[in-house]
Nanobody
Framework: QVQLVESGGGLVQAGGSLRLSCVASGSGFSMNVMGWYRQAPGKQRELVAAITNSGRSNYADSLKGRFTISRENAQNTVHLQMNSLKPEDTAVYYC??????????????????WGQGTQVTVSS
């Protein structure tokens, strides 16, 4: 497993932007795939975006075009650039890492690692 530390959350007005970052430390194999999930109050945790160590990425269909995931392998860092934010994007955003993959719903496999989460609040 790896240790994941997120940063960059906060309060932003609708239409604004935020950039989340997550720094990982630990086994390189365990961070083959890194990504972001989010969980809004009363809702299940859902995948936002994921990226492999070769740069292949995938997104939740509803977020394509507004969110961009990127990765710096040398710094073990993954970023999530969020543009044109909407109040419905308000959630706790969690960084995740897995040696095998990150699905649309979290598997909570013991092979996967999670950050503590960072709050993103979008005001209308």
């Amino acid at each position: 497993q790896v240790q994941l530390v997120e940063s960059g959350g906060g309060l932003v007005q609708a239409g604004g932007s935020l950039r989340l970052s997550c720094v990982a430390s630990g086994s390189g194999f365990s961070m083959n795939v890194m990504g972001w999930y989010r969980q809004a109050p009363g809702k299940q945790r859902e995948l936002v975006a994921a990226i492999t160590n070769s740069g292949r990425s995938n997104y939740a269909d509803s977020l394509k075009g507004r969110f961009t995931i990127s990765r710096e392998n040398a710094q073990n860092t993954v970023h999530l650039q969020m543009n044109s934010l909407k109040p419905e994007d308000t959630a706790v955003y969690y960084c995740a890492a897995s040696p095998y993959g990150l699905g649309s719903s979290p598997s909570y496999s013991r092979d996967d690692s999670w950050g503590q989460g960072t709050q993103v609040t979008v005001s209308s």
